[in-house]
């Protein structure tokens, strides 16, 4: 049996043209990639430092 | 693939050989992103986009830069309808790679054509406010909101599924299957969709074949082939663990219901239109005739009141009418002051052709009315009147005295009065045609005018012989 309330709560406002850029701004681009380039860094670090 | 430290090309090595950095997790993480993005490119070649959004996502959340799988995914974000995220992935991607790189053409396609982007935002914008209804509980605008979004944009999926949604809310089951198949022609295997399927066709009694979208038709047709023919007046079929046992002439009873309860619902709304529409319109009509009749009265009595009035004008009218003929009568008719006026100026025609003629210019005097020489009378003619009387008074007075005296005499009083009552008018001063007008009177019996003649006598001429004589006589009639 479809609950209408909860269905309705899966829904969401789309980004309008207007908003786009700010949206683009907001928008976390960081991957795993960089984590793991991050983690590879701080490791090295450590190396050198002891 | 190339070394995240220096930029170099790496080799099968775990290591970079040019700056040594070890990039092995490096390489497992952009190989995991691969295989992602081949997973979404397979699913988009079979149209499962939900699937190929989820896993290029997975592909861009373990390698940003993987430029292929943002491109496909704002493609398929257009394809489903969400234009404004496509142009994100695209716009990103063009950063990432500003040469060699499909998304360019993708914005260069759309930047192109401003009137395909404003139908897309104008979907959105409307989507949005259609969802704004829905949590105000105004479903019906949501319902017109959203169908004007698909007719802008038809592959809106989240709008189909909107409303979808709200079909299934108002328990339009047909209704709510199209969107969902829609849904599912655009994106095969979107759960949302699927579930709402399974939803209408619980309702409507297909159920069982809903175990995935794309099976039940093969379900169908299973149930179908099931159908067993056990008589001439029956079948039988399997429902779930059910058989069911249908008689054959079931339809045709309903098809004879069918035209029954057509006739029956002809006769109804005749009968409806002939209890509750026909008095409405008799009863209109009837308010229409009532207005006209009372409209038709009020001009009656508007005219009747005009008659009323014309008819008290035209007796106004009569009666003025009448006046003026009374008058023109007192002027015109016999007696009248135009005959008065007639015989003056016989008179004095007469006097001018022959001062002598007394007798006849007395005549036309004796003819006008005493009444006409009132002050009321015109000063010219009173003034002829009296010069004429002046010029043949005294012969008149003399003649009419010695005819009344001679009728005295011979005892005719009757004549006797007549005369002298001329001669006393015409000579006023005659004493003794007074004392013979009062004598007759007298011998006729006639006291009371003998007394005023009597003492007009005394009054005239006091102090005379005559007056004591007149007071003699006066004394002997009077008691």
Redesign the interface.
Known sequence: ??N?EE??K????????E??ED??YR?R??????L??E??KE??EEESEN | MRCFNCGCNLTEQDFCTNCGVDVNNYKLVVSASNIYYNDGLERAKVRDLTGAVISLRQCLKLNKNHVDARNLLGLIYFEMGEGVQALNEWVISKNLRSKKNIAGDYLNLIQSNPGKLDALNAAIKKFNQALTYCYQGSLDLAVIQLKKVLSMNPSYVQAHLLLALLYLKSEEWTKAKKEVEKVLKIDTNNITALRYLQEVKRVLGEDEGVKGGGKSRNTAKAAAEKLTKISEESFQYQSGNETIIQPLNAMEKKSVHSIWNIVIGIVLGIAAAWFLILPAKIQNEKAVANDELRKVGEQLDVKAATINELESKVKILEKETQNLQGQLEGFVGSGGTMEDVEYLLQATSQFLEDPTATEEIAGFLEKINPASLTENSSPSFRGLYQLLLEQVGAEMASSFYEEGRKAYQNNDFEIAVEQLKKAVTYDPKNQDAYLNLANSYRKMEKLTEAAEVYGKIIELFPGTDLANRAQSYLNEITP
């Open positions: 049996m479809i209408f269905e309705l899966k829904f969401h406002l789309s980004l309008e043209i908003e786009a949206a683009l928008k681009l960081t991957d795993i990639a960089d793991v380039v983690l590879v490791a090295k």
